[in-house]
């Protein structure tokens, strides 16, 4: 073990980019300060960009990519850092690529944010877990909508933040209930063309606009609201609910897999099977 961190800090791995800062302050320490200081919110800016969007598990799979450079760095696997080198050398530009939606939007928030809006800048929203109670709500308003065959399309976040979308809709972050559910798919709302979101328990935003999939083995017989379901479940891990404006079917997409024929019974199961783990952790 001793070998292996003599060369991970003496040999092709080096951690000079960290030190090096910090060897000589100057006389006026205070620019230095300063200068970490700007550095320290540059990283956590970075944080809060990736906290709220997919963007976060890519970045924690670049974090397992460096970490294996490093190693492999370490116990001279040469052909190993050879890849890994080359792939870092083209590294900035593949990620402007992955992220040109996200570094846009990015630089358009930045450009039209206001003083006043500053002081709102690090403050988390309170996260639950979909309680018992809101589950029922989403499984009556969901079998009332089945009824009376109402088109609607239902999202319950889980850990896979999709902020992206959230920002097409328009925020409420009201109570869940099945009388708010049923009022905001209704076919003369405003917003009854787009889709919901749940997120921490509550009804967030409305009228959103998710990513269609482009699967060519969906059934052809389906709309736009099953493929949207389907296009924002391979994604993300969040499960959305589908109720059809023709037949009135009950379906449910996840992880790229869309279930159809639910009753509201067989659908309250199929919430607890995907949404158990987290409501048994309370």
Not at 165 to 171: D, E, K, L, V, W
Request: hydrophobic fraction near 50%; proline fraction near 2%; charge should be positive.
């Amino acid at each position: 073990m001793k070998v292996f961190f003599d060369k991970l800090f003496s040999g092709g791995f080096s951690f000079t980019y960290f030190s090096t800062p910090f060897e000589n302050f100057r006389a006026h320490w205070w620019r230095d300060v300063l200068d970490i200081l700007a550095i320290a919110v540059l990283l956590f800016a970075l944080y809060l960009f990736i906290r709220d969007r997919r963007a976060g598990k890519l970045v924690i799979g670049i974090g397992m990519l460096l970490a294996l450079y490093a190693a492999s760095a370490a116990l001279d696997m040469y052909a190993v850092r050879f890849v890994f080198s080359t792939f870092f050398s083209y590294g900035i530009i593949v990620l402007v690529v992955i992220f040109q939606p996200e570094i846009r939007a990015a630089m358009e928030r930045m450009g039209s944010i206001s003083f006043r809006g500053l002081k709102t800048i690090g403050v988390e929203s309170k996260t639950t877990v979909l309680s018992p109670a809101a589950m029922d709500a989403v499984v009556e308003a969901v079998k009332d909508m089945s009824f009376s065959k109402t088109g609607a399309l239902i999202v319950i976040e889980q850990g896979t933040k999709i902020g992206e979308y959230i920002r097409t809709g328009t925020t409420l972050n009201a109570e869940l209930t099945p009388e708010l559910l049923r009022a905001v798919f209704f076919d003369k709302a405003p917003l009854h063309d787009g889709a919901v979101i749940i997120r921490g328990g509550r009804l967030y935003a409305a009228g959103c606009y998710l990513p269609l999939s482009e699967k060519a083995d969906i059934f052809k017989g389906l709309g736009t609201r099953h493929r949207a379901a389907v296009g924002l479940s391979e994604q993300s891990d969040s499960v959305i609910i589908v109720v059809s404006e023709e037949t009135g079917t009950i379906s449910v997409a996840y992880n790229g897999e869309l279930f159809r024929e639910f009753t509201s019974v067989s659908l309250r199961r199929k919430l607890w099977e995907l949404l158990g783990k987290q409501n048994d952790a309370v």
